[in-house]
């Protein structure tokens, strides 16, 4: 069956440091990946969309790699802040005329000052 | 423009109740979703308007739910009967095009509680 995997547990790091979130896929043959930001009580936000052509977006202190080998994509945050701290979600898109997304369940980060 | 507008934020009903849960997406979109967002499961689309017509209803749990687009800018969630475990956060989301190579945008979601 299909999965996207999202680490259930919290990250907790320091602000300064480079926060790294994964995103497995099994049984997928996505053709776009992307990331959103949730926080409490409200909607997810887009952050960045990845294509399978693709290895790699940055924006500006944000990151996405798309290993299609792997099935895996990584989503850093480079020199983060107490406001980063939020859920992310990553969502997939099959492609193929098919591009309704599906979520990970998303990981818990939590930036410390 | 105001984003996606959802209503009510929050619905507290008994079970049995019907249910009725609103959106209004940006002007312009021509793709709309509804989604449900549970501990348990996750965010999982329920159904997928494009230019107001259903596209893919596979997500809708049960006979139960049902999702009208009457227009571009309004778009209905109806629940009847409501029963306990529909209580999740019901998100509506719109974009503008026909993939998901462009960008969602997410309402503030609708907290119902069935009790």
């Known amino acids: 069956s299909q999965k996207i995997e999202q680490n259930s547990e919290a990250l907790n790091i320091q602000e300064g440091k480079t926060a790294t979130l994964t995103c497995n896929y099994t049984n997928y043959s996505p053709a776009y990946l992307q990331w959103y930001r949730q926080d409490p009580g409200r909607g997810p936000v887009f952050l960045l969309l990845?294509?399978?052509?693709?290895k790699e977006k940055r924006k500006e202190r944000l990151k996405v790699t798309f290993d299609t080998t792997l099935k895996q994509s990584l989503f850093h945050i480079t020199a983060s802040q107490p406001a980063d701290s939020a859920t992310y979600l990553c969502?997939?898109?099959?492609?193929?005329?098919?591009?309704?997304?599906?979520f990970g369940r998303g990981t818990s980060l939590i930036v410390h000052p | 423009d105001a984003g996606v507008i959802q209503s009510p934020r929050h619905e507290v009903t008994e079970m049995g109740q019907e249910v009725t849960l609103r959106c209004k997406p940006i002007s312009g979109h021509n793709s709309l979703f509804w989604y449900r967002q549970t501990m348990m499961r996750g965010l999982e689309l329920l159904i997928y308007f494009n230019n107001n017509v259903p596209i893919d209803d596979s997500g809708m749990p049960e006979d139960r739910f049902s999702a009208k687009m009457p227009n571009a800018s309004f778009s209905t969630l109806k629940i009847q009967p409501s029963e306990p475990r529909d209580s999740a956060v019901y998100f509506c989301a719109s974009s503008f095009g026909t993939t998901m190579n462009t960008e969602a945008f997410f309402g503030q979601g609708t907290r119902l509680t069935v009790v």
């Open positions: 990845i294509r399978e052509n693709e």
């Open positions: 969502a997939l898109s099959v492609g193929g005329g098919s591009y309704i997304p599906t």
